[in-house]
């Protein structure tokens, strides 16, 4: 499957982005996604999850009850909506697929197979 990943920008802190990743391929009901985010100097770190069907999500602590992950599989898109955004949130965000069947989701990038090509989140104070 390819990603391609959306909908990053510059925001003030305190503003909304949604970003999107569209998939290609007839198969996307059948990744968990997730979304990471890698800051300059940083590791790239697990920001949110979502599993085949929707059904269940799962969160950062840092992002908890600021972003939420959904998808649409009509559409072959996962997105990610980020509200109250804030300075420590800049980074490159890249949406991620997992084509195994585990039960717990995952939360670590060598759980994924495919990755897209990231798109930067700036917020500014």
Known sequence: VQLQASGGGLVQAGG?????????????????????????GKER???AAIRRSGGSTYYADSVKGRFTI???NAKNTVYL???????EDTAVYYCAADQSLRVVV????????YW???????VSS
């Open 45 to 47: 770190e697990f920001v």
């Open 70 to 72: 959904s998808r649409d």
């Open 81 to 87: 909506q980020m509200n109250s955004l804030k300075p």
């Open 106 to 113: 995952a939360t670590r990038t060598y759980e994924y197979d």
């Open 16 to 40: 909304s982005l949604r970003l999107s990743c569209a998939a290609s391929g007839r198969t996307f009901s059948r990744y968990a996604m997730g979304w990471f985010r890698q800051a300059p």
């Open 116 to 122: 897209g090509q990231g798109t930067l989140v700036t």
